[in-house]
């Protein structure tokens, strides 16, 4: 498994950030990648067994979202923002 850690937060502009490190046990990125989406609080991560990461968070409509990695490595992207139903 690879050991990055991924941080997540609210923006400003009402969506979610993140941003990485550049490997394991290194520094972080020096810029946080906008996610887009509006939410409302901070967001919630969670990592699965297989090490994938998943990013949650509460959007204005107030529906629950969910992010996640379609492979589990530290540098795999995140999906699109979806609905939990």
């Given amino acids: 498994m690879d050991a990055r850690i991924m941080a997540f937060t609210g923006n400003g502009t009402g969506g979610q950030s993140t941003s990485r490190q550049n490997n ?10 906008d996610l887009g989406a509006v939410q409302i609080g901070q967001p919630a991560t969670g990592v699965d067994r297989k090490g994938c990461v998943y990013s949650f968070a509460m959007t204005d409509a107030g529906t629950l979202t969910v992010r996640d990695q379609a492979t589990c490595t530290g540098d795999a992207p995140l999906s699109r923002s979806r609905d939990i139903e």
């Fill in 24 to 33: 394991p046990d290194g520094v972080y990125q020096g810029t946080w990648s």
